[in-house]
T-cell receptor, first 117, second 112 residues
Framework: AQKVTQAQTEISVVEKEDVTLDCVYETRDTTYYLFWYKQPPSGELVFLIRRNSFDEQNEISGRYSWNFQKSTSSFNFTITASQVVDSAVYFC??????????????FGTGTLLAVQP | EADIYQTPRYLVIGTGKKITLECSQTMGHDKMYWYQQDPGMELHLIHYSYGVNSTEKGDLSSESTVSRIRTEHFPLTLESARPSHTSQYLCASISGSYNEQFFGPGTRLTVL
């Protein structure tokens, strides 16, 4: 069965601190996708990144970086020099590969990040 | 920028009312989804569609129903709303080439 675990329910940091959000997944598929979404207080889900299971290169986008490690089934997300605008709930998600039966997303329970000024 | 729309954004209704939550996308995506998000933040798939005239139930049992008469439109209906239906409902569609799900802004439903 597919499962995504985000063990950190809430994290509070002070502005300019670095923060890492953990994500551990389970799947029997050999090909799959991993995602991170941001949900600000307004409620919409904002896509941040997609990573396929064949690509273990770490990725950096501005202050955001992602560390994908297949050996530990983890896909962690780091925000460098956090800002108040980063305050949101962050979801990690897993789906089967393109062409799969449903391509549905299996979400973790989310991590609420509060960045204090 | 994703072109997926949901209306209404907020809805407060009384028990027993029939409601329809609208979802439309202009990207020509075949696969569309409805997720329910409880106040405890977890999202669960309740319905999905592969294309016109195709609908399937998701992982979480739901008393709602959906239809897919046109590619761009995937409405969700509750025949008789109850307080247990209070939740946020998020609609999504998928880009077939990249498996990226685009989400609408959501509908926050409160049933009194």
């Amino acid at each position: 069965a597919q499962k995504v675990t985000q063990a950190q329910t809430e994290i509070s940091v002070v502005e300019k601190e670095d923060v890492t959000l953990d994500c551990v997944y389970e799947t029997r598929d050999t090909t799959y996708y991993l995602f991170w979404y941001k949900q600000p207080p307004s409620g919409e889900l904002v896509f941040l990144i997609r990573r396929n299971s064949f690509d273990e290169q770490n990725e950096i986008s501005g202050r955001y970086s992602w560390n994908f490690q297949k050996s530990t089934s983890s896909f962690n997300f780091t925000i460098t020099a956090s800002q108040v605008v980063d305050s949101a709930v962050y979801f990690c998600a897993l789906s089967e590969a393109v062409g799969g039966a449903t391509n549905k997303l299996i979400f973790g329970t989310g991590t609420l990040l509060a960045v204090q000024p | 920028e994703a072109d997926i729309y949901q209306t209404p954004r907020y809805l407060v209704i009384g028990t027993g009312k029939k409601i329809t939550l609208e979802c439309s996308q202009t990207m020509g995506h075949d696969k569309m989804y409805w997720y329910q998000q409880d106040p405890g933040m977890e999202l669960h798939l309740i319905h999905y569609s592969y294309g016109v005239n195709s609908t399937e139930k998701g992982d979480l049992s739901s008393e709602s129903t959906v239809s897919r008469i046109r590619t761009e439109h995937f409405p969700l209906t509750l025949e008789s709303a109850r307080p247990s239906h209070t939740s946020q409902y998020l609609c999504a569609s998928i880009s077939g080439s990249y498996n990226e799900q685009f989400f609408g802004p959501g509908t926050r439903l409160t049933v009194l």
